[in-house]
């Protein structure tokens, strides 16, 4: 069966830190992969996608993710975090359009 | 502007009473999406739907009920089978039916209190 493990529950960086939110999952075949970003009281928001090609992929909002096979898992990355960064982070990988959805990492920016 | 709304943004419901969540979206997607959220456990599938008129169980699908009878709106029925419904309620559309994987993108969310 397919399942994704944030294993970070809580994240703290000071803000102008990098930051790097860990993703592994478990599929059998090629998968499509996600990372969304929650704000509080919020619906989620896509960051981006891995579907096929390059495994490094360009997000909004200057994040990037690699997909990288031989380790089952997609990391979040981002140089330098801004306080507008604080928010709840899901990955999510998908077969068909079946969705499964990481518990999430709670990112908290300090100045 | 295209996107998904859901209404209200704020329920409060008395026990043993059945309450409906509002879905509508206007991007003109097939497949459309009701998900649960409880705080630590990520989102749970509770049911979608492919196209007008069919949809199926998710993983949580007990207590409660949907329709789809029009291709813009999902609304989704909490009913008093419920045990412990207060969480916050995500509705989601995607592009394709048929099984084809694209992305999926979600409403604003209801959050749902029982008293």
């Known amino acids: 069966a397919q399942s994704v493990t944030q294993p970070d529950i809580h994240i703290t960086v000071s803000e102008g830190a990098s930051l790097e939110l860990r993703c592994n999952y478990s599929?059998?075949?090629?998968?499509?992969l996600f990372w969304y970003v929650q704000s509080p009281g919020q619906g989620l928001q896509l960051l981006l996608k891995?579907?096929?090609?390059?495994?490094l992929v360009q997000g909004i909002k200057g994040f990037e993710a690699e997909f990288k096979r031989s380790q089952s898992s997609f990391n979040l990355r981002k140089p330098s975090v801004h306080w507008s960064d604080a928010a709840e982070y899901f990955c999510?990988?998908?077969?068909?359009?079946?969705?499964?959805f990481g518990t999430g990492t709670s990112l908290t920016v300090i100045p | 502007d295209g996107g998904i709304t859901q209404s209200p943004k704020y329920l409060f419901r008395k026990e043993g009473q059945n309450v409906t969540l509002s879905c509508e979206q206007n991007?003109?997607?097939?497949?459309m999406y009701w998900y649960r959220q409880d705080p630590g456990q990520g989102l749970r599938l509770i049911y979608y739907?492919?196209?007008?008129?069919?949809?199926q169980k998710g993983d949580i699908a007990e207590g409660y009920s949907v329709s789809r009878e029009k291709k813009e709106s999902f609304p989704l029925t909490v009913t008093s089978a419920q045990k412990n419904p207060t969480a916050f309620y995500l509705c989601?559309?995607?592009?394709?039916?048929?099984?084809?994987?694209?992305?999926?993108?979600f409403g604003p969310g209801t959050r749902l209190t029982v008293l």
């Open positions: 989601a559309s995607s592009i394709p039916s048929g099984g084809d994987t694209d992305t999926q993108y």
């Open positions: 599929y059998g075949a090629t998968p499509y």
């Open positions: 891995y579907f096929s090609g390059d495994t």
């Open positions: 999510a990988v998908a077969t068909g359009n079946q969705f499964y």
């Open positions: 991007l003109n997607h097939d497949a």
């Open positions: 739907s492919q196209i007008v008129n069919d949809f």
